[in-house]
């Protein structure tokens, strides 16, 4: 029951959080671009974390801590359903640290024109948006080497490693490439979920990897 539980988290998150990004960023349009957002050529200026600061702000700061609680236990039915006494459990460990430094990112930022220093609660989204994607992207390499030593999971492990490449790339890449790598992010969460949903039965071990 946990792991499904985890499984419907995963799927439920990604969802669930990319469908409120798209909905605030059409509802906050002009409050976004008046705040120093600007779509195509710097859309990592203020997006997502700007959308927190605006009429529906709300919605957001309760979207990064669902979203994040989801990712966490997601994570735990990951280490459940696929860890043994031989598997290192480092990679859902990664992954529950990106839920929880998710969840963190409530803090809200600070506006990008603003008078006087960093404030505390900017200082900690900061902090928590770092920490989250140094460690997804560590979760990404550590399952890898895992998921390519089960034959049931080696498809997945080209899908894994290849997210976690693309996503570096798309990291350090201008404009509309951060679009791409938090889409990349959601969606192997996503596809990663369904690999859970259900859980093996017949075979404790057939979806185990090291």
Do not use: C
Not at 27 to 46: E, K, N, S, T
Not at 88 to 116: C, K, Q
Not at 169 to 189: E, H, R, S
Not at 193 to 205: E, H, I, K, Q
């Amino acid at each position: 029951m946990i792991v499904m539980a985890a499984a419907l988290a995963g799927m439920l998150g990604s969802v669930l959080f990319l469908s409120v990004l798209l909905t605030l960023t059409a509802l906050q349009y002009d409050f976004m671009r008046g705040i120093g957002w600007h779509p195509l050529a710097d859309p990592a200026g203020a997006w997502p974390s700007g959308l927190a600061l605006g009429p529906y702000g709300g919605l957001q700061d309760a979207t990064f801590v669902v979203s994040g609680l989801l990712l966490a236990l997601f994570s735990v039915g990951l280490s459940i359903g696929t860890t043994d006494e031989r598997n290192s459990p480092l990679g859902p460990a990664l992954l529950f640290m990106a839920g929880i430094a998710m969840s963190l990112m409530a803090f809200e930022t600070d506006p990008i024109y603003r008078v006087g220093p960093r404030s505390l609660h900017g200082l900690i989204h900061d902090a928590a948006f770092v920490l989250f994607i140094l460690a997804l992207l560590a979760a990404l390499f550590s399952l890898w080497r895992g998921y390519r030593k089960r034959l049931q999971w080696r498809g997945h492990a080209r899908y894994t490693l290849a997210t976690g490449m693309l996503a570096v790339l798309l990291l350090f890449l201008p404009g509309v490439a951060y679009y791409l790598f938090i889409l990349t992010l959601l969606a192997w969460i996503f596809v990663t979920a369904t690999r859970l949903w259900p859980p093996p039965t017949n075979s404790p071990r057939r979806r185990s990897y090291d």
